[in-house]
């Protein structure tokens, strides 16, 4: 597993103390990030990259599968339904959507309101490269990248002409397939890239059913000066039914029972992307980044009789200037950029309860810097900060009292990397950062006045280390502290026999001090183990909830996996999981227990014979001792518990044939 890049940000330029002899060359760039271009060694910050090959050989069966066990992040598949999938990191629980900035091919998945990205649009074929950032990285990404970014990268890095076909068919009547092509033609510097992807499952409850449809292709062009510039285009149509929560007793006795049985959801989405690289002088270069990408929901709850639908246009501007010129013989590299990002959310509701066709416009302008200063070839400083305005704008409703809104917000990073011999690295961080409410979260308030944003800092603290060729250990450290948390709070309002709740920013501060480690080693085509540990708590520090933990937060989690190559063409994997016990969502006082912990095993066969280049042939199972779990339930006066069943035993079988 290759660990790598991303950027992180600086203001200024950083003093050093005095040295005399001229040192070496910025070493050499081994991975080209979403947003810059930097060197894996010199980011302070626990970062995971995983190449091509990294992704094949996991066996994965999409994105979030990979996420999940190889990332060390924790995914939650409401209604055992991967369309719905919830990225939790760094100790965020129930409220977890929104932050983790979600990036694919410099396009930003996570929407204006609560409604969590489609990572089922990306299909895992596609993708030849996943960056992991654990932590808070504002400074570039802005508003919402709180615990961390997950960087999609499919844009293809030779001329090689490669096609891949492959189908596969499992439990639940679960059926897909993907075709890509790709190449290029080197005398005229032209690259590119298409994908379809096709995934359709009658899911494991009753009423969870769904079916996706994503096509993703890219064409670059690439100058004799390593410039460049590409043009992506995307289209997804997503279709899936909502089976709802259950009690506890039809979660324990008719776990794939539904609770609605006319509730669906439909999605159609596109967008088109530019990506661009010139170089002004051999150490100077500007990137630019442009997307427009229009989405349309539609939700309808038969069960209750009504449905709304919205369109959402989003545009993005992103100019960035990087100058690695040497100040006084120290390697120096300078990065200054401006995003600008226009959301236009428009609904049309026929619920009755509130603005049948309420308008929301959100403006969103930042002008940043990043300065990588080497004192020596082993000791780096990199330094950033941001500016950024954001104004919100609400139009043809009354559930608001203020129409327009603006966020002025400020965040910095400063860190250092420490590198005394090869392939150890050691890093520390302080971060402050920040999150913008969502749309939805605004217009669902007790007095209908506007949420503040969220702040906090964070210091990570952390090492990784290659040895004795075959083990890679790394460690994190990390201490998170907020104010004006988000959260909907089922105690906001007492209504004579039970509470009822908005949304709300937290009447106290939150802490998580947690750590993230693990253990890899790897003999090709030998055998191959790793572990994984996170251990964090999650609590108010002050207030009303002083101590009290925060919803739907596993204190512990694990992830172990062995694999064994019977012969060359045969490799075969085992893996387990620990979930750790959570309180249940909008329990903020801690009082109606805890979602049990859960422990899975799964496995998989993985042939690829020798005999039959390209092709490849696997066998999967998860869940294989069929344990009764949810991976997310919630708690409220009116209707007390809520469970949302994980998936039981499933297997999936997969061939694919590369030419």
Same mark, same amino acid.
């Given at each position: 597993?290759?660990?790598?890049?991303?950027?992180?940000?600086?203001?200024?330029?950083?003093?050093?103390?005095?040295?005399?002899?001229?040192?070496?060359?910025?070493?050499?760039?081994?991975?080209?990030?979403?947003?810059?271009?930097?060197?894996?060694?010199?980011?302070?910050?626990?970062?995971?990259?995983?190449?091509?090959?990294?992704?094949?050989?996991?066996?994965?069966?999409?994105?979030?599968?990979?996420?999940?066990?190889?990332?060390?992040?924790?995914?939650?598949?409401?209604?055992?339904?991967?369309?719905?999938?919830?990225?939790?990191?760094?100790?965020?629980?129930?409220?977890?959507?929104?932050?983790?900035?979600?990036?694919?091919?410099?396009?930003?998945?996570?929407?204006?309101?609560?409604?969590?990205?489609?990572?089922?649009?990306?299909?895992?074929?596609?993708?030849?490269?996943?960056?992991?950032?654990?932590?808070?990285?504002?400074?570039?990404?802005?508003?919402?990248?709180?615990?961390?970014?997950?960087?999609?990268?499919?844009?293809?890095?030779?001329?090689?002409?490669?096609?891949?076909?492959?189908?596969?068919?499992?439990?639940?009547?679960?059926y897909g397939g993907n075709f890509l092509t790709k190449g290029g033609f080197a005398e005229?510097?032209?690259?590119?890239?298409?994908?379809?992807?096709?995934?359709?499952?009658?899911?494991?409850?009753?009423?969870?059913?769904?079916?996706?449809?994503?096509?993703?292709?890219?064409?670059?062009?690439?100058?004799?000066?390593?410039?460049?510039?590409?043009?992506?285009?995307?289209?997804?149509?997503?279709?899936?039914?909502m089976p709802g929560a259950l009690d506890y007793a039809s979660w324990k006795n008719g776990?794939?029972?539904?609770?609605?049985?006319?509730?669906?959801?439909?999605?159609?989405?596109?967008?088109?992307?530019?990506?661009?690289?010139?170089?002004?002088?051999?150490?100077?270069?500007?990137?630019?980044?442009?997307?427009?990408?229009?989405?349309?929901?539609?939700?309808?709850?038969?069960?209750?009789?009504?449905?709304?639908? +919205?369109?959402?246009?989003?545009?993005?501007?992103?100019?960035?200037?990087?100058?690695?010129?040497?100040?006084?013989?120290?390697?120096?590299?300078?990065?200054?950029?401006?995003?600008?990002?226009?959301?236009?959310?428009?609904?049309?509701?026929?619920?009755?309860?509130?603005?049948?066709?309420?308008?929301?416009?959100?403006?969103?302008?930042?002008?940043?810097?990043?300065?990588?200063?080497?004192?020596?070839?082993?000791?780096?400083?990199?330094?950033?900060?941001?500016?950024?305005?954001?104004?919100?704008?609400?139009?043809?409703?009354?559930?608001?009292?203020?129409?327009? +809104?603006?966020?002025?917000?400020?965040?910095?990073?400063?860190?250092?990397?420490?590198?005394?011999?090869?392939?150890?690295?050691?890093?520390?961080?302080?971060?402050?950062?920040?999150?913008?409410?969502?749309?939805?979260?605004?217009?669902?308030?007790?007095?209908?006045?506007?949420?503040?944003?969220?702040?906090?800092?964070?210091?990570?603290?952390?090492?990784?280390?290659?040895?004795?060729?075959?083990?890679?250990?790394?460690?994190?450290?990390?201490?998170?502290?907020?104010?004006?948390?988000?959260?909907?709070?089922?105690?906001?309002?007492?209504?004579?026999?039970?509470?009822?709740?908005?949304?709300?920013?937290?009447?106290?501060?939150?802490?998580?001090?947690?750590?993230?480690?693990?253990?890899?080693?790897?003999?090709?085509?030998?055998?191959?183990?790793?572990?994984?540990?996170?251990?964090?708590?999650?609590?108010?520090?002050?207030?009303?909830?002083?101590?009290?933990?925060?919803?739907?937060?596993?204190?512990?989690?694990?992830?172990?996996?062995?694999?064994?190559?019977?012969?060359?063409?045969?490799?075969?994997?085992?893996?387990?999981?620990?979930?750790?016990?959570?309180?249940?969502?909008?329990?903020?006082?801690?009082?109606?227990?805890?979602?049990?912990?859960?422990?899975?095993?799964?496995?998989?066969?993985?042939?690829?014979?020798?005999?039959?280049?390209?092709?490849?042939?696997?066998?999967?199972?998860?869940?294989?001792?069929?344990?009764?779990?949810?991976?997310?339930?919630?708690?409220?006066?009116?209707?007390?518990?809520?469970?949302?069943?994980?998936?039981?035993?499933?297997?999936?079988?997969?061939?694919?044939?590369?030419?």
């Open positions: 597993m290759k660990h790598t890049l991303l950027s992180f940000m600086a203001f200024g330029t950083l003093l050093a103390s005095a040295q005399t002899n001229k040192i070496s060359r910025l070493p050499e760039m081994i991975v080209y990030a979403s947003r810059i271009e930097n060197p894996a060694s010199s980011i302070p910050s626990s970062i995971n990259v995983f190449s091509i090959d990294d992704i094949r050989q996991s066996h994965a069966k999409d994105v979030n599968d990979f996420l999940s066990k190889k990332a060390n992040v924790h995914i939650r598949n409401m209604n055992a339904n991967p369309v719905q999938s919830q990225i939790a990191m760094k100790g965020f629980g129930e409220n977890s959507f929104g932050r983790v900035k979600i990036v694919a091919d410099g396009r930003t998945l996570n929407n204006v309101d609560m409604s969590p990205p489609m990572l089922t649009t990306e299909a895992l074929e596609s993708i030849e490269r996943i960056e992991v950032i654990h932590g808070p990285s504002p400074v570039l990404y802005g508003d919402g990248a709180v615990a961390g970014v997950i960087n999609l990268r499919s844009s293809t890095e030779d001329y090689e002409k490669k096609t891949k076909i492959s189908g596969r068919a499992g439990s639940q009547y679960t005229d510097g032209i690259m590119y890239r298409a994908s379809y992807d096709y995934l359709q499952s009658d899911g494991y409850r009753k009423r969870s059913a769904y079916d996706t449809h994503s096509f993703n292709s890219m064409i670059r062009k690439n100058f004799e000066n390593d410039s460049t510039i590409g043009l992506k285009v995307n289209y997804q149509n997503i279709f899936y039914e776990r794939k029972s539904a609770a609605y049985e006319n509730d669906w959801g439909r999605i159609w989405s596109y967008g088109v992307a530019l990506d661009s690289k010139f170089f002004l002088s051999d150490d100077e270069y500007i990137l630019f980044d442009a997307s427009f990408a229009h989405k349309f929901r539609k939700a309808n709850w038969g069960d209750y009789n009504y449905a709304n639908e +919205y369109n959402l246009y989003e545009i993005f501007l992103s100019p960035r200037y990087i100058n690695e010129k040497q100040i006084f013989d120290f390697d120096n590299k300078l990065t200054v950029g401006i995003d600008y990002r226009h959301d236009l959310y428009r609904v049309l509701d026929n619920s009755g309860f509130g603005a049948p066709k309420p308008y929301f416009n959100r403006d969103r302008i930042a002008a940043f810097a990043q300065d990588e200063f080497f004192v020596t070839d082993e000791f780096s400083l990199m330094a950033g900060g941001r500016i950024e305005t954001i104004n919100n704008r609400w139009s043809k409703t009354t559930s608001v009292k203020n129409n327009n +809104y603006n966020d002025f917000i400020g965040s910095y990073e400063f860190g250092a990397v420490y590198r005394p011999v090869e392939d150890f690295r050691t890093w520390m961080k302080t971060t402050r950062f920040f999150r913008s409410a969502f749309c939805d979260e605004m217009s669902y308030t007790e007095n209908g006045e506007m949420l503040d944003p969220e702040t906090g800092y964070s210091v990570d603290l952390g090492g990784e280390y290659a040895f004795m060729k075959e083990f890679t250990f790394d460690a994190n450290f990390y201490a998170l502290f907020m104010n004006d948390e988000i959260f909907y709070n089922p105690y906001t309002t007492y209504y004579g026999s039970y509470w009822g709740g908005y949304n709300c920013n937290s009447p106290s501060k939150t802490q998580r001090l947690g750590m993230d480690t693990g253990l890899s080693w790897e003999k090709e085509k030998t055998a191959e183990a790793s572990i994984k540990y996170n251990i964090v708590h999650a609590s108010f520090t002050e207030g009303q909830y002083n101590s009290k933990n925060i919803p739907m937060v596993p204190s512990h989690r694990i992830r172990l996996e062995v694999g064994y190559w019977i012969i060359d063409d045969i490799e075969v994997k085992c893996g387990y999981s620990f979930i750790s016990s959570q309180h249940l969502g909008s329990d903020f006082k801690n009082e109606h227990g805890k979602l049990p912990s859960y422990s899975l095993f799964d496995a998989g066969i993985f042939y690829t014979p020798y005999w039959a280049e390209g092709w490849t042939l696997s066998a999967t199972i998860d869940n294989i001792f069929d344990r009764k779990y949810c991976d997310y339930a919630s708690w409220s006066d009116y209707l007390g518990p809520s469970y949302y069943p994980a998936c039981g035993r499933s297997f999936m079988f997969t061939l694919s044939y590369e030419f």
